[in-house]
């Protein structure tokens, strides 16, 4: 998935700079994705500092949730649907409300996790509350963890869970079918 919310906003061009802040101070950004603040808090913030109304904000947050381009050929072997998936991201509450809404993500996963409902950064447990919501008989080796970050892939592996490191769709889209056929996936890392 590619993000969109950097994007201008109509008659708004401080909006790109504006929302990149709330990553690069850290601060918001980090208290929104754990879930200590929540969409309608950073919404609040970004109006103020842009000197609109919250309600322009969120209509841009929608726009830009809408937006999102997901690599195709990722999303055609998640739509083969061979064994049971979950989607766990490191992501604040927007991704339930705005995010999932729109692209019907509940309706294609089994399961949806994420960071700002469990307040962990660990991937890895994360992966182990996606893991016990997909049934917990399954064992981490069943679990394969695809993931762009080597150090979410690492917290996976830590946890003697399969793991694969993201360095583009096309790579997955080859290795994809010995991923599920080999044993534990991590040598795929």
């Known amino acids: ?9 109509a008659g708004v061009p401080e909006w790109p700079s504006a929302y990149r802040g709330l990553w690069e101070r850290g601060g918001s ?7 200590v603040m929540m969409m ?3 919404r609040a913030e970004l109006a103020g500092v842009l000197g609109i109304s919250p309600e322009g904000v969120r209509t841009h947050m929608e726009q830009c949730s809408r937006r999102i381009h997901f ?4 999303r055609k072997l998640t739509e083969r649907r061979h064994v049971p998936q979950a989607i766990v991201t490191i992501n604040p509450d927007i991704f ?7 692209y ?5 996963f089994d399961v949806i996790v994420t960071l700002w409902e469990h307040r962990t950064r660990d991937k890895g447990a994360l992966c182990e509350v996606a893991r016990r919501r997909l049934g917990g008989d399954l064992s981490p080796q069943e679990c394969l963890l695809i993931d762009n970050t080597l150090e979410c892939v690492r917290r ?5 869970g399969a793991a694969y490191h993201f360095r583009g769709e096309e790579a997955l889209y080859r290795d ?5 056929d080999s044993e534990g996936g991590s040598k795929f890392t």
Request: hydrophobic share 40%; proline share 4%.
């Open 1 to 9: 998935m590619r993000r969109g919310c950097s994007k201008r906003m």
């Open 29 to 35: 950004a980090d208290r929104w994705s754990t879930g």
């Open 40 to 42: 309608d808090d950073v």
């Open 71 to 74: 690599y195709p050929a990722v």
């Open 96 to 102: 339930s409300q705005m995010v999932d809404p729109a």
């Open 104 to 108: 019907s993500l509940e309706s294609r």
């Open 156 to 160: 996976w592996e830590a946890r003697v």
């Open 176 to 180: 994809f079918d010995k991923l599920l």
